[in-house]
């Protein structure tokens, strides 16, 4: 079994959908990681959060540390969204640990 | 800042032969790390660095990968000899404190062994 496991694997919405993606892990963390990797292959960080909620813009991710769980989701999704959405998580060895990915596809 | 600098961004190379990826972080960043991703296994950390000391090597896949830093500004990761199992997109990142903080993500180095 994988240590982090995100869901769905592949998720294809019409714009204007509210999205979730989700992120379950199995290991203890100091901080859990949300990225974004775009068609052209650069990655970006979103979030990053150990407890709560954080909101930029669109976006919104939260964590439960005792369920072990964090979602992202995207308000009024738009085609410009469309990447790989991949959830990390930060060991208590100071490695991160990642999730094979979310790949994301907004129809106009 | 720049970001991340990688070089070069695309690399082909024949089997047996030595590569060298270079990485330049963000300056003032305390932390470097070096990351493969491929179709198979997804990203994995290979190793990082704490002000240019290596603190975790555990992911580097064998005595034919080494990584340095020789300064603060400057990193190295060396595949020899290669073998067409090393394609793959090397990425470099960087951060000011780790775990607490956001990495900076380099554009990353597509590698291809024939």
């Known amino acids: 079994k994988n240590e982090v496991e995100q869901s769905p694997q592949n998720l294809t919405a019409q714009e204007g959908e509210f999205i979730t993606i989700n992120c379950s892990y199995s290991v203890g963390i100091s901080a859990l990681h949300w990225l974004q990797q775009h068609p052209g292959g650069g990655i970006v960080s979103l979030f990053m959060l150990s407890s709560g909620k954080k909101k930029h813009g669109r976006l919104i991710a939260t964590i439960n540390i005792q369920e072990k769980h964090s979602s992202l989701h995207i308000t009024a999704s738009h085609p410009r969204d469309s990447a790989v959405y991949i959830c990390a998580v930060g060991g208590s060895q100071g490695n991160l640990i990642f999730g094979k990915g979310t790949k994301l596809s907004v129809k106009p | 800042d720049a970001g991340v600098i990688q070089s070069p961004r695309h690399e082909v190379t024949e089997m047996g032969q030595e590569v060298t990826l270079r990485c330049k972080p963000i300056s003032g960043h305390d932390y470097l790390f070096w990351y493969r991703q491929t179709m198979m296994r997804g990203l994995e950390l290979l190793i990082y660095?704490?002000?240019?000391?290596?603190?975790?090597d555990s992911g580097m896949p064998e005595d034919r990968f080494s990584a340095k830093m020789p300064n603060a500004s400057f990193s190295t990761l060396k595949i020899q000899p290669s073998e067409p199992r090393d394609s793959a997109v090397y990425f470099c990142?960087?951060?000011?404190?780790?775990?607490?903080?956001?990495?900076?993500f380099g554009p990353g180095t597509r590698l291809t062994v024939l």
């Open positions: 660095f704490n002000n240019n000391v290596p603190i975790d």
């Open positions: 990142a960087s951060s000011e404190l780790f775990p607490d903080n956001e990495q900076f």
